[in-house]
């Protein structure tokens, strides 16, 4: 499985790069989900670009000029092979997850994002449900929010956490 996440991580590289060549990495250890971020941050900020681990779990990077772009993105997938996430954090949610989730999201994050001013449809239970058994990968109102970026998504996660504390291991 984690083999198979880094072979996804070097796809992405690829569809914007693609005559990028892969490095050979070693992985380093197999990180929590709650570490994560940190980990691979930290690693990214080793090999000379800005990165800064955010509390939803995600990493924000800094401004890198477009011509070191194919070699930032390099050293992010090199970062996330060296230490990769326990594949018992990235599975598909189990349908008790999934309804936790919707739950959040519903009661929580989509009402905290409304008071910023974002107004975010949820999908029926049902659709989300559907979506999330097809792809594996839950909706998350955050995708509505595509041309929000830089420090105004930094600080919507910081105040609208993306998911409820310690669900998976996260903080």
């Not at 996430?85 to 598909?92: M, N, Q, R, V």
């Not at 349908?95 to 008071?115: H, K």
């Not at 058994?133 to 929010?145: D, T």
Request: glycine letters at 8%.
């Amino acid at each position: 499985m984690i083999d198979e996440a880094a072979n996804q991580a070097w796809g992405e590289v690829q569809r914007m790069f693609p005559d990028a060549e892969r490095p050979q990495v070693e992985q380093v250890r197999v990180v929590t989900a709650a570490d994560s971020a940190k980990v691979v941050a930290q690693c990214i900020q080793e090999l000379g670009y800005p990165a800064t681990a955010r509390e939803d779990g995600g990493i924000s990077f800094g401004a890198t000029p477009e011509a070191q772009a194919e070699q930032q993105n390099i050293a992010v997938y090199t970062c996330r092979v060296k230490y990769p996430t326990d594949p018992a954090f990235t599975l598909p949610p189990t349908d008790d997850e999934i309804a936790y989730l919707y739950d959040y999201y519903a009661n929580t994050l989509v009402p905290c994002l409304a008071e910023r001013g974002y107004d975010i449809e949820m999908p029926s239970k049902g659709a989300f449900v559907d979506s999330t058994n097809v792809n594996g990968i839950p909706w998350s109102p955050y995708q509505e929010l595509a041309s929000v970026g830089g420090g105004e998504l930094d600080a919507l996660l910081l105040e609208c956490k993306q998911t409820p504390h310690g669900f998976r291991g996260g903080e």
